[in-house]
């Protein structure tokens, strides 16, 4: 059974940093795409970046292009979002996803496994 489980979210003040961490267990993770998503309140799940469990190819959203950064340690199977300078607009729930590399991989629906999310809250 596969399962992603997210930590690390919370409340900080705009210009403040946050990492999330998303464990990933139960299957092998080789050839996939680790994506990161979030949700603010009346707002649909958006793109926010996906990194190459292979190669650690990175791609983002331009909303978080320079402040946000992914990563993982295979060792762990875990993924990482680096998240600095936040801002008021990046609160949201965020979810770590994982699916076969392809083409959709800014689309939720690219992706098979979801975590549960965790809560980010920036305050101004």
């Known amino acids: 059974q596969v399962q992603l489980v997210e930590s690390g979210g919370g409340l900080v003040q705009a210009g403040d940093s946050l990492r999330l961490s998303c464990a990933a267990s139960?299957?092998?993770?080789?050839?996939?795409?680790m994506g990161w998503f979030r949700q603010a309140p009346g707002k649909e799940r958006e793109f926010v970046a996906t990194?190459?469990?292979?190669?650690?190819?990175?791609y983002y959203a331009d909303s978080v292009k320079g402040r946000f950064t992914s990563s993982r340690d295979n060792a762990k199977n875990t993924m990482y979002l680096q998240m600095n300078n936040l801002k008021p607009e990046d609160t949201a729930v965020y979810y770590c996803?994982?699916?076969?590399?392809?083409?959709?991989?800014?689309?939720?629906?690219?992706?098979?496994?979801w975590g549960q999310g965790t809560q980010v809250t920036v305050s101004s």
């Open positions: 996803a994982a699916g076969p590399a392809g083409l959709r991989l800014t689309q939720s629906l690219g992706y098979k496994y």
């Open positions: 990194i190459m469990w292979n190669t650690g190819s990175t």
């Open positions: 139960g299957r092998t993770f080789s050839n996939y795409a």
